[in-house]
């Protein structure tokens, strides 16, 4: 039978203390709770100075006179008309400039033709505004949804491109060379390798791109539409009607967050490893 070792003692005869772990690294916790108290004491506050009169409503409606504009947006049906048209838009425009860009981004990534030529183009490229390009993008293709969808294609397209080949670079290129070292096909390397270390970069990309999607499609809906959040904000906003104009605000906001809750979905189902 093994004998239990003795415990060591320091010189005054007491055992020594545990040393703290310190190497926890740097994982800071969600706080949603403390982040939607935060929300309700903002809101409640904003609410408080608009009933003590403190604001005056005309520049600054009260929480409560916003709800109320949204809620008589919805009755009418003149709210989903709106929402409908914007969400139309922003998933078609998105989907076409991400696939684009993914494409493009792997290409530059894993080709030096396409990276020569590439990132010319997209450093030539990026910097414009896209919804100055609208203008020309209705001349092309005429009055109608194709330009709003081209434009926030455009705008989508370069973000999903640069995110990409960069989520590309940063894979450790031994662990690729490690795998052409066995002979791997160069598609199961692209698939089994790359693809997975550089998903964190494509899905933070794609957090970028969505809120430039939404950006987008509001000035697109600005200029040339008759329906869309856009659209609907700027005529609040002529009529001096700041409760709706608000309200559009409010239902971009919640758009986003919806938004960006399913990239967290997203990120939960595919990043589980990390």
Same mark, same amino acid.
């Given at each position: ?33 403390? !982040? ?6 903002? =809101? @409640? %506050?904003?609410? &408080?100075?608009?009933? +003590?009169?403190? #604001? ?87 009055? !109608? ?6 434009? =926030? @294609? %455009?705008?989508? &397209?370069?973000?999903? +491109?640069?995110? #990409? ?96 809750? @399913? ?12």
């Amino acid at each position: 039978m093994l004998e239990r070792a003795p415990q060591q003692t320091l010189g005054d005869g007491s055992r020594p203390r545990p040393v703290t772990f310190r190497g926890a690294g740097f994982m800071p916790s969600g706080g949603r709770l403390s !982040g939607w108290i935060a929300l309700v004491l903002v =809101i @409640a %506050l904003w609410q &408080f100075a608009g009933s +003590a009169g403190w #604001v005056n409503p005309l520049f600054l409606p009260a929480p409560s006179a916003i709800a109320v504009a949204i809620y008589k947006l919805a009755m009418s049906g003149a709210l989903w008309q709106h929402v409908s048209a914007s969400v139309v838009r922003i998933g078609s425009g998105w989907l076409l400039g991400t696939v684009a860009g993914v494409i493009v981004g792997f290409a530059i990534g894993l080709s030096t033709l396409a990276r020569g030529v590439g990132i010319t183009f997209i450093s030539a490229l990026f910097p414009i505004p896209k919804i100055a390009l609208l203008p020309l993008l209705i001349l092309w293709l005429g009055i !109608g949804e194709e330009p709003k969808i081209a434009t =926030i @294609a %455009l705008g989508v &397209f370069f973000s999903t +491109a640069i995110s #990409v080949y960069s989520g590309v670079d940063a894979v450790p290129r031994n662990l690729i060379r490690m795998a052409q070292s066995f002979n791997v096909p160069f598609h199961a390397i692209v698939r089994r390798v790359i693809w997975p270390g550089a998903l964190p970069s494509i899905l933070a990309g794609f957090r970028i791109t969505a809120s430039v999607a939404l950006l987008l499609v509001v000035s697109a809906e600005m200029i040339g539409a008759q329906f869309g959040i856009g659209a609907f904000v700027l005529q609040a906003g002529n009529l001096m009607q700041t409760d709706q104009l608000l309200a559009g605000v409010v239902i971009l906001s919640l758009f986003g967050l919806a938004v960006g809750k @399913a990239i967290n979905v997203l990120e939960a189902k595919l990043l589980h490893w990390r």
